[in-house]
């Protein structure tokens, strides 16, 4: 009975209809166990043809947290050629945005990304391992529009950003292109991030870091 009770529950809670789609027609998705897409109610996942997501190791859980009654909604987002490798899954809270531009390429462990953070892949992203994001944080690879120098080559490439395993990212941080975050970091609420973290290190709004003593729990 108690089975059949979440088995109703989940129902409930998914759109039914883009799960089995995703799971088991899409040819985007590319599931090497039994890790599932779960798509809560009020997804909005647009994967191109030419997208691939390679699944393993957990579930993708998107747009997980919606509150009675609330029609938030919850964007996932892979262009043409673009490539998310997944090791260990996610959950991604209501009002969450990610997105992998034309040929980004995401590698990512297991992660959770709570409501109204936005993450946008436009190169490549390298994301460790246990990586907790808070309320209304960005991470960005790319300034997105180019500019020129007047040789009209573009002075403003996008640069990898690579964040380690057990890092916390604090609420309304901006992790910057081109950033290196070692592992069992804390970026504390705020924080403007950019260039090389080393690993144990508390990041601070000022800008700068020092070391973390102790070990945050989820």
């Known amino acids: 009975m108690s089975r059949l009770k979440e088995r109703i529950r989940f129902i409930k809670q998914v759109d039914v209809i883009q799960f089995l789609y995703l799971n088991y027609f899409c040819r985007s998705v590319i599931r090497s166990?039994?890790?599932?897409?779960?798509?809560?109610?009020?997804?909005?996942?647009?994967?191109?043809?030419?997208?691939?997501?390679?699944?393993?190791?957990?579930?993708?859980?998107?747009?997980?947290?919606?509150?009675?009654?609330?029609?938030?909604?919850?964007?996932?987002?892979?262009?043409?050629?673009?490539?998310?490798?997944?090791?260990?899954?996610?959950?991604?809270?209501?009002?969450?945005?990610?997105?992998?531009?034309?040929?980004?390429?995401?590698?990512?462990?297991?992660?959770?990304?709570?409501?109204?953070?936005?993450?946008?892949?436009?190169?490549?992203?390298?994301?460790?391992?246990?990586?907790m994001i808070a309320r209304n944080a960005v991470i960005y690879d790319s300034d997105f529009h180019p500019i020129l120098n007047e040789t009209g080559e573009r002075i403003n490439p996008p640069s990898k950003v690579k964040i380690g395993s057990h890092v916390w990212i604090g609420t309304g941080a901006i992790i910057l292109k081109g950033t290196e975050i070692g592992d069992n970091c804390v970026v504390a609420a705020g924080s403007r991030v950019s260039g090389t973290v080393e690993s144990g290190s508390l990041c601070k709004p000022d800008g700068t870091s020092r070391p973390c003593f102790g070990r945050w729990e989820r």
């Open 33 to 131: 166990d039994r890790s599932k897409v779960i798509p809560y109610r009020h997804a909005v996942i647009d994967l191109d043809p030419s997208s691939r997501i390679h699944l393993s190791g957990g579930d993708l859980e998107i747009g997980g947290d919606l509150l009675k009654g609330s029609r938030a909604e919850t964007f996932l987002r892979l262009r043409e050629n673009s490539v998310w490798v997944s090791e260990g899954g996610c959950h991604f809270s209501y009002g969450v945005t990610f997105e992998l531009l034309r040929n980004a390429k995401i590698h990512s462990g297991y992660m959770t990304i709570n409501t109204g953070s936005t993450l946008v892949c436009q190169a490549e992203m390298e994301l460790g391992q246990d990586l």
